[in-house]
């Protein structure tokens, strides 16, 4: 019913900048609370960042807490994930995801209902 697509992983160097989008197709999208997870080898996939349907709240793991900056732009049926001072344990596979609950708030998986196929965002020390 949903469908989502990420783009703009890559290798970079620690201490650089990468900016990751999503665009969302098939079904309202202001509806829909959107979120950014992560999952890298040998590790279960881990919350990054949620953002509420208004993009007037959002949510950061402790982990990314003052370095990632998520944002969304509703005309456009985009989320975005801005990435600064990236760091080795950065490295994963980056998921968009979106829950069609969009009142609700909070950090596990299963709040959220369509996924993206993931983009891979390698740090590099």
């Known amino acids: 019913q949903v469908q989502l697509v990420e783009s703009g992983g890559g290798l970079v160097q620690a201490g650089a900048s990468l900016r990751l989008s999503c665009a969302a197709s098939?079904?309202?999208?202001?509806?829909?609370?959107m979120g950014w997870f992560r999952q890298a080898p040998g590790k279960q996939r881990e919350f990054v960042a949620a953002i509420s349907r208004s993009g007037g709240s959002s949510e950061y793991a402790d982990s990314v807490k003052g370095r990632f900056i998520i944002s969304r732009v509703n005309d456009k049926n985009t989320v975005g994930l801005q990435m600064n001072s990236l760091k080795p344990e950065d490295t994963a596979l980056y998921y968009c995801?979106?829950?069609?609950?969009?009142?609700?708030?909070?950090?596990?998986?299963?709040?959220?209902?369509?996924w993206g196929q993931g983009t891979q965002v390698t740090v590099s020390s």
């Open positions: 995801a979106a829950d069609r609950n969009g009142y609700t708030r909070g950090s596990h998986p299963t709040l959220f209902d369509y």
């Open positions: 098939g079904r309202t999208f202001s509806s829909l609370r």
